[in-house]
Every structure is written in C-alpha cells, then in structure tokens.
C-alpha cells in the first residue's frame, strides 16, 4: 500500500507565520531605515501604480511595522486615509508608533489576517496594497478577493512579491543552505513562499483569476546595499523569522555552522568595501 504523500497544513502555517512575525516584530522595526533605502523606490512605484495621492483612501494589508504605511501617510496627506492590517499584533503595533512618531493623523491600524478581509468594516477604499504579503498567504484568491471587496468602483489593488530564486540570492543563497544543512524537503504543493509568485506570467494570471482588469506588472531592480556581507547576515538573521524556522532542527553548533556559511557564500556580493545583494521585486496592479 502506497502511502499518502505529505500535505500542506494550512492552518499550522499560520500559527507558525503569526509567531515568527511576533518574534521579528523589534527587528524588523529596527531595521526600518534599511527597508526605506530597499524598498522605497519600488514602494513609490507601486503607489504611483494604483493612483495614491492627496486625499486617496487605503488600505495596507499585511503592513508589518507600517514603513511603507508612513509613506502612504505622507503622500496622501490630512484629507487622506490609510488602514494599516496584520495578523500580527506585535508588529503592527510598530506602525502606530512609527505614524505617531511622524507626527501622521491619518493612520489607524487593525490586527486583520490577511485572508479574511471580508471581516473588516469600512468604507470602500481608492486603493489597496500589500508589500511582500501576497507571497506569504496560503489561499491568494481568497485574499485578493477581500482586496477587490474594499474597494470602490475603478479602485486599484497593488502588491509587491519577489521574482525568481535566481534573480535574488540574498535571499535565495541562505534558504537553499539551510535546506541542505536541515536536510529539508522541497515546498509542498500550495505552500506559501518567498518565490511562490515569481515565475514568469504567475502573479498576472492570478491578478486575472481574481477578476481585475487592466492588470499591469513592473519589474523593478532593487538591491540590497549595506556595509558587508556581515551586516546583511545580521539583518536577515534578526529579520528573516522563516529562517530560524528552517534551522529549528539543527543543533547550536550546527545552526552557527549553518550561518557561517551563509555569510561566506553572500561574500561573493561584497566589493570594494560595499555590499551589494542583488535582489528583484515584481510590482503588480489591476483595476476592479
């Protein structure tokens, strides 16, 4: 008798997603400015995509410490309003400090999964966004369906995913050897992943499958620059929950092995005192 073949716990995902965004919540806060110089030029397209301006309406899904939320904030001005959503309460309470810090009026925030927008109650909203969210929710037709829900006649939805493993081995190099090391599995069929959405023509056909129109998708080179291979190790190994998660299985020893030779391996994109992490971001926008 065959076996049957392992299956994608949907459920024990979430749990373990919402407790890995718990921990990393500081970190990820922390490292707020190295987010803003990453990914704020591909965060100024995205919101150009979908039309955010002064007096736009918004809703964030899965905004984590709500730097893009701030950007939002300040680009729609006082006559504007933006809803910042997590399933983690942890974090998305770094939004609120970071938007009370600016001195930003206009944001409230509510803890929300992602999949379950239908449960929000508000008025219909201009546009509505996700920054690497969308890759990260077990059903995204669901979640896209809450997006389009919200929104108001010829409103827009905007995500921004990752593109391939390979065109992003900051990211792609420590999972591949963590993989090796703990000996794990590929992802099971439907599971939720970094490059989940990065395959050529995916993140359009499901934007379609959604029922959005006019759908456009940018590709946006966005590199990870920090001082060394060294500083970006630390800011994935205090950023990146996921990886911890992956390496639960190993021992001490064997997981600081893990991590020294993550930082070898990332030292191929360290030149003349710089590093450099090639990374590729995929904005996507379609009109209900």
């Keep these: 008798m065959t076996a049957n073949p392992p299956k994608f716990d949907a459920i024990k995902y979430k749990q373990t997603t919402l407790k890995q965004w718990n921990t990393a919540a500081e970190a990820w806060h922390r ?14 397209t ?30 729609i001005g006082e006559a504007g309003h933006v809803l910042a959503t ?3 309460p942890d974090i998305l309470g770094f939004a609120t400090v970071s938007a009370n810090l ?21 008025d ?10 969308l890759i990260y929710f077990p059903d995204q037709q669901k979640a896209l369906a809450g997006m389009k829900h919200h929104l108001k006649s010829e409103g827009k939805v905007a995500a921004m995913v990752y593109s391939t493993a390979e065109t992003n081995p900051f990211f792609s190099i420590p999972v591949s050897i963590i ?18 959405l990065g395959a050529e023509g995916k993140l359009e056909k499901i934007f379609s499958d ?35 998660q992956m390496l639960s299985g190993l021992s001490d020893t064997e997981q600081d092995e893990a991590w020294h030779e993550i930082e070898e391996a990332l030292g191929q994109f360290e030149v003349n ?16």
């Design 273 to 288: 005192g710089q590093f450099e992490g090639p990374c590729e971001m995929l904005v996507a926008v379609g009109t209900k």
């Design 102 to 122: 600016a001195g930003l009026n206009n944001v409230r925030t509510q803890v929300l999964d992602g999949e379950n927008l239908t449960e929000l109650e508000a």
């Design 210 to 244: 959604a029922g959005f129109r006019n759908i456009e998708v940018e590709t946006i080179n966005a590199p990870v620059r920090v001082s060394s291979a060294a500083e970006c190790l630390q800011f994935e190994q205090e950023s990146f929950g996921a990886l911890h």
């Design 46 to 75: 995205m919101l150009d995509m979908c039309d955010v301006s002064n007096g736009s309406r918004v809703l964030d899904v899965a905004a984590g410490a709500g730097e893009q939320t701030v950007a939002v904030a300040k680009r």
């Design 31 to 44: 490292w707020g400015p190295l987010l803003s110089r990453w990914l704020g030029p591909a965060t100024e």
């Design 124 to 133: 219909p909203f201009d546009a509505v966004i996700s920054r690497v969210g």
């Design 86 to 88: 997590d399933i983690s």
């Design 179 to 196: 993989r090796r090391r703990a000996n794990l599995p590929a992802p099971l069929p439907g599971q939720p992943g970094p490059f989940s």
